[in-house]
């Protein structure tokens, strides 16, 4: 394995630059990043400190900074050490302003600016967090998303991931035996979406969450046939009712929830 030292430089929160540092990393094989994450670099001295542990360390430079005169300061020093230093964000926002025909207004962090947006995104957190699990059933219609599903297919990070989109996502667990809420049929405003995973793969899911407990582990929670036969029960309660089914197996929470988000999308045309 190889190991490259990646020097993640922001004067925000670093986001945008530590995102476009894994999407790249995950294309090499046999390739380990080592990542210096540097954020809410707003000073000369702090720049200079950064070109201190580039030289100690050197390695490839992504950064982020809308100052002028500290993109100078770092492109400089990168180069004085020779190291590639590129600012992730200066293609995307140069062809834009061509396209657009509009100045660039640079400002650290704007796109953290409180505004509208950004009160959704709040709000949708609360509500995710106020109906996990099957809380808070008496207002399951005032969701954008409903997820169902049997135990650990990922329902509950998926909903924290479409919260930070915006969109307000509750969860309702299957469980052999106990009645789904009659506000889960009665909803008629959110789109509701079955979750389904393959009965092995859950099986060792299960395992290794009642190992972390130190719970027993002969349960029919985790026996293989009694699993087969809750997944298929789920399968057809989502059949029954004409809900959309993601098979979580091979997914990503992020592609789960990208899913979803298009099956939203194309909800909310229909209904409008």
Known sequence: MKTVNLHLI???TGETVNTVARASMVQFEGVVANPQIWNLVRSRRRVQEILR???????????????????????????????????????????????????VQARPGRQHIMNAEYFNRIEA?????????????HSLNESDVILVGVSRTSKTPICI?????????????????????????????????GLTKDP????????????MLNQDQ??????????TQEVGEARRLFTRHNWPVIDVTRRSIEEAAASIIQ????WQEDVE
């Open 161 to 193: 991931y479409l919260a930070n989109r915006g969109i307000k996502a509750a969860n309702v667990p299957f469980v052999p035996g106990c009645p789904l809420p009659q506000q889960l049929f009665a909803a008629d405003m959110p789109l509701i979406v």
């Open 263 to 266: 099956m939203l999308h194309r």
């Open 10 to 12: 922001s004067d925000s």
């Open 53 to 103: 542990s580039i030289e100690e360390k050197p390695g490839f430079v992504l950064y982020t900074l809308a100052e002028e005169s500290l993109r100078k300061e770092l492109e400089n020093g990168c180069n004085e050490l020779q190291v590639p230093c590129i600012n992730v964000l200066d293609p995307v926002v140069a062809a834009l302003a061509a396209y657009i025909g509009a100045e």
């Open 200 to 211: 092995i793969q859950l099986v060792d899911i299960r395992k290794n969450r009642l190992r």
């Open 218 to 227: 002969l349960t029919d929670y985790v026996d293989a046939e009694t699993v």
């Open 125 to 137: 957190i609360h509500f995710v967090l106020a109906h996990d699990d099957g809380q808070s059933v």
